[in-house]
């Protein structure tokens, strides 16, 4: 089944606590990238791969980091979690190849953080 | 990037078709348009895209007037199990960079309650 897999589901921890929220997918997807979604301000995009080893900043990159060493997976880290980054993290892929549209989005099930 | 502005809320009854209209005032050329329906504690599932004029599926169509500077989704009569948030996003593969690389920005959602 082609899906978007985001471990952990939920996290509770606490201030300066470095953690990593997964990502995998198996659909082969060039692009993917971190959205985080915090009451009244929608999906807001953190950071987007393009391909293995190409990353870039997204509208609220701050506080976060990415890696994309392999295709298939692109954690998201936070080296020393504050308050204001409890929220909802979905991560998304999905094809470039020959590609101008943006196509289908898939969406994991996402990540809900709360840091105390 | 082109912003885009969508109505916060929209109520309809159950079997009336509903109309939402989503303003992206500097749409790119190259950029397209796709909307995304969100469930609570679910990821976005993508609905429709389009360029420009009329495209319809079997769950919903989009209409794009001539100037591409907004977009109206159609969902023809509603019921119960429509009641979800519904993104329109713009955006493009082209990017601004020699890399391809592309940030996909969505809006704020408009939250739909069908009632009985």
């Known amino acids: 089944e082609a899906q978007v897999t985001q471990n952990p589901r939920y996290l509770i921890t606490v201030t300066g606590k470095k953690l990593t929220v997964t990502c995998s997918q198996n659909m082969n997807h060039e692009y993917m990238s971190w959205y985080r979604q915090d009451p009244g301000l929608g999906l807001r995009q953190i950071y987007y791969s393009m391909n293995v080893e190409v990353t870039d900043k997204g509208d609220v990159p701050e506080g976060y980091k990415v890696s994309r060493k392999e295709k298939r997976n692109f954690p998201l880290i936070l080296e020393s979690p504050s308050p204001n980054q409890t929220s909802l993290y979905f991560c998304?892929?999905?094809?470039?190849?020959?590609?101008?549209?943006?196509?289908?989005?898939?969406f994991g099930e996402g990540s809900r953080l709360t840091v105390l | 990037l082109a912003k885009t502005t969508q109505p916060i809320s929209m109520d309809s009854y159950e079997g009336q078709e509903v109309n939402i209209t989503c303003s992206h005032n500097?749409?790119?050329?190259?950029?397209?348009i796709t909307w995304y329906q969100q469930f609570p504690s679910q990821g976005p599932r993508f609905i429709i895209q389009?360029?420009?004029t009329k495209v319809t599926n079997e769950v919903a169509s989009l209409f794009i007037p001539a100037d591409r500077k907004s977009s109206t989704l159609s969902l023809p009569r509603v019921s119960l199990s429509d009641t979800a948030v519904y993104y329109c996003l713009v955006g493009s593969l082209t990017g601004h960079s020699g890399a391809g690389s592309y940030q996909l920005t969505f809006g704020k959602g408009t939250k739909l309650s069908v009632i009985p």
């Open positions: 389009g360029y420009k």
């Open positions: 500097n749409i790119a050329t190259n950029d397209y």
């Open positions: 998304a892929s999905t094809w470039t190849s020959g590609r101008v549209s943006t196509g289908e989005l898939f």
